[in-house]
């Protein structure tokens, strides 16, 4: 059993930069990790992936704004959000895989506004 545990949402501006953390309560070596995002009446999306031999993908809404990290040894994958927009304001999940293990973490909001 993996616990997932999101930080560093809130309230930026337009342009602005966040970077948000996912610390797990063990290793994560073994684990494909991702970020998904749901707004507000939507449906929660994919955002980014980054695979156990760090293979990264994004979400063409993302791509050139957003990067995804993960430091083994700490247990954290990090998302870094740049030249963020209103859309997207959303609560941002953690997401981790492995064969058949699945483990979701319960978001931390970001809002995006002036």
């Known amino acids: 059993q993996v616990h997932l545990v999101e930080s560093g949402g809130g309230l930026v501006e337009p342009g602005g930069s966040l970077i948000l953390s996912c610390a797990a309560s063990?290793?994560?070596?073994?684990?494909?990790m991702a970020w998904y995002r749901q707004a507000p009446g939507k449906q929660r999306e994919w955002v980014a992936t980054?695979?156990?031999?760090?293979?990264?993908a994004y979400a063409l809404s993302v791509e050139g704004r957003f990067t995804i990290s993960r430091d083994n040894a700490k247990n954290t994958v990090f998302l870094q959000m740049t030249n963020l927009k209103p859309e997207d304001t959303a609560v941002y999940f953690c997401?981790?895989?492995?064969?058949?293990?699945?483990?979701w973490g319960n978001g931390t909001l970001v809002i995006v506004s002036s």
């Open positions: 063990g290793s994560i070596i073994s684990y494909n």
């Open positions: 980054i695979t156990t031999g760090r293979s990264m």
């Open positions: 997401h981790a895989w492995w064969l058949q293990d699945e483990y």
